[in-house]
T-cell receptor, first 114, second 114 residues
Framework: AQSVTQLGSHVSVSEGALVLLRCNYS??????LFWYVQYPNQGLQLLLK??????LVKGINGFEAEFKKSETSFHLTKPSAHMSDAAEYFC????????????FGGGTRLMVKP | DAMVIQNPRYQVTQFGKPVTLSCSQT?????MYWYQQKSSQAPKLLFH???????NEADTPDNFQSRRPNTSFCFLDIRSPGLGDTAMYLC?????????????FGSGTRLTVV
C-alpha cells in the first residue's frame, strides 16, 4: 500500500521569501516521487521527480526537492517565491510494483503576497 | 509538440443528459487515464486503459464509462450526469505503467451539471 500526506492545505508566503511545501509518503517498496503544479483551470504539470540516484532533484521554475528515506519525506522548496508561483501543488507517489497507480496527496495551495 | 489534448475545455450539461468528453494524445503512450477532480481536492482515478485493456477503479460509479477506439483517442462517457458530477476531468497518459516517467496530463475539461 502507498499513500501521501501533504501537511498544510494552504501556505502563504511573501514574494521573495522561501517556499517550503511538505510531503510525507508511505510505501512498502522504494518509491518514485513526483511534484506536480496546477494553475487555475489547468491540468497538472510535472515540476520534478525522484526515481533513483541523487536525492536532491531540481525541477522547473527554480524548484527543488530532497528525498529523505529516513524521514519518508520529499519536501518541495524554492529559495525565493515569485507571484507566478501561486498555484496548487500536488505530491504523488508510485513504485515499481505492477498495478500501482500514481497516488496523490491532498494538495497544497500556495499563495504569494506582494 | 507531443501533447495530451482535451476537448472541450468547458462543458455545461443538463442533469441526466448524456455527455462525452474527449482526449487525444500524440505521445504514442500505451496507457491513458481518466481522473475526476472536485473543487479543492486531489485528482481521483476513475479508470485507465493499458493498450486495449480496460481497468476500472472499484469505486467508480457505473454511470461513468470509457472507450478507447485506438491508441490516440480515449473518451469519457457520463450516461446520466448528476449535480455531484460537476468537476474537472483530467486525462493523462504514460508509457508502459509510467512509473519512472510520471504521467503527462491534458489541460482538463471543466464539466458543470445544471
Amino acid at each position: 500500500a502507498q499513500s501521501v500526506t501533504q501537511l498544510g492545505s494552504h501556505v502563504s508566503v511573501s514574494e521573495g521569501a522561501l517556499v517550503l511545501l511538505r510531503c510525507n509518503y508511505s510505501s512498502s517498496v522504494p518509491p518514485y516521487l513526483f511534484w506536480y503544479v496546477q494553475y487555475p483551470n489547468q491540468g497538472l504539470q510535472l515540476l520534478l521527480k525522484y526515481t533513483t540516484g541523487a536525492t536532491l532533484v531540481k525541477g522547473i521554475n527554480g524548484f527543488e526537492a530532497e528525498f529523505k528515506k529516513s524521514e519518508t519525506s520529499f519536501h518541495l522548496t524554492k529559495p525565493s517565491a515569485h507571484m507566478s508561483d501561486a498555484a496548487e501543488y500536488f505530491c504523488a507517489v508510485t513504485n515499481n510494483n505492477a498495478g500501482n497507480m500514481l497516488t496523490f496527496g491532498g494538495g497544497t495551495r500556495l499563495m504569494v503576497k506582494p | 509538440d507531443a501533447m495530451v489534448i482535451q476537448n472541450p475545455r468547458y462543458q455545461v450539461t443538463q442533469f441526466g443528459k448524456p455527455v462525452t468528453l474527449s482526449c487525444s494524445q500524440t505521445l504514442n503512450h500505451n496507457v491513458m487515464y481518466w481522473y475526476q477532480q472536485k473543487s479543492s481536492q486531489a485528482p481521483k482515478l476513475l479508470f485507465h486503459y493499458y493498450d486495449k485493456d480496460f481497468n476500472n477503479e472499484a469505486d467508480t460509479p457505473d454511470n461513468f464509462q470509457s472507450r478507447r477506439p485506438n491508441t490516440s483517442f480515449c473518451f469519457l462517457d457520463i450516461r446520466s450526469p448528476g449535480l455531484g458530477d460537476t468537476a474537472m476531468y483530467l486525462c493523462a497518459t504514460s508509457s508502459g505503467r509510467g512509473r519512472e516517467e510520471g504521467y503527462t496530463f491534458g489541460s482538463g475539461t471543466r464539466l458543470t451539471v445544471v
